[in-house]
């Protein structure tokens, strides 16, 4: 079975922090992909990364940045030097191969106070 | 290029009513994925069209169903509808090639039912 697990359900940090966003998931598929969405208080979920189960590098894109680990069954996402915009529920979530269906774990709710 | 457009932002209804709602998905896109989201049960899968073809279809009882047309836009049809019906509903599409590619999701429809 395929499970996403988000076990932070709120963090409130200050701006200019850094905070990290731990995801856990459980799959018996060798090949998977794996998402972070944000969900700002409007409402519609946003993409911000997808990863495919082959490729362990990290990447950045600005003040964002995720650690995919397979050894850990892993991936976390890193908010550098956060900002107010930062706050929103973040969703991990876990695809199989060969099918759009996404599993999502519960989120994480940041809050950046000013 | 547009989004992901959902129809209607917001609608409320009465136990027992049915409801349609309805997607259009990202120009190109073929696969449409539908969701609901509510604060007990977190994101959870509908279904997943490719193709005009359900490929796959997650936990939910038979009052739920879809379709897609030959346009890629999809409708969701909920019969007999019940106060635990009340969620916000998303609608994601993605070129469809089973996970390899990105998911971009509509603003969705808030359903209430009293």
């Known amino acids: 079975a395929q499970k996403v697990t988000q076990a932070q359900t709120e963090i409130s940090v200050v701006e200019k922090e850094d905070v990290t966003l731990d995801c856990v998931y459980e799959t018996r598929d060798t090949t998977y992909y794996l998402f972070w969405y944000k969900q700002p208080p409007s409402g519609e979920l946003v993409f911000l990364i997808r990863r495919n189960s082959f490729d362990e590098q990290n990447e950045i894109s600005g003040r964002y940045s995720w650690n995919f680990q397979k050894s850990t069954s892993s991936f976390n996402f890193t908010i550098t030097a956060s900002q107010v915009v930062d706050s929103a529920v973040y969703f991990c979530a876990l695809s199989a191969y060969n099918t759009d269906k996404l599993i999502f774990g519960t989120g994480t709710r940041l809050q950046v106070f000013p | 290029k547009a989004g992901v457009t959902q129809t209607p932002r917001y609608l409320i209804k009465t136990r027992g009513q049915q409801v349609t709602l309805s997607c259009s998905p990202i120009?190109?896109?073929?696969?449409v994925s539908w969701y609901q989201q509510t604060p007990g049960q977190g994101l959870q899968f509908l279904f997943e069209y490719f193709s005009e073809t359900q490929r796959n279809k997650g936990n939910f009882p038979g009052r739920f169903s879809g379709r897609q047309f030959s346009n890629s836009r999809s409708e969701m049809n909920v019969s007999t509808l019940e106060l635990g019906d009340s969620a916000l509903y998303l609608c994601?599409?993605?070129?469809?090639?089973?996970?390899?590619?990105?998911?971009?999701f509509g603003p969705g429809t808030r359903l209430t039912v009293l």
């Open positions: 994601a599409s993605s070129l469809g090639s089973g996970g390899r590619d990105e998911q971009f």
């Open positions: 120009s190109g896109h073929r696969s």
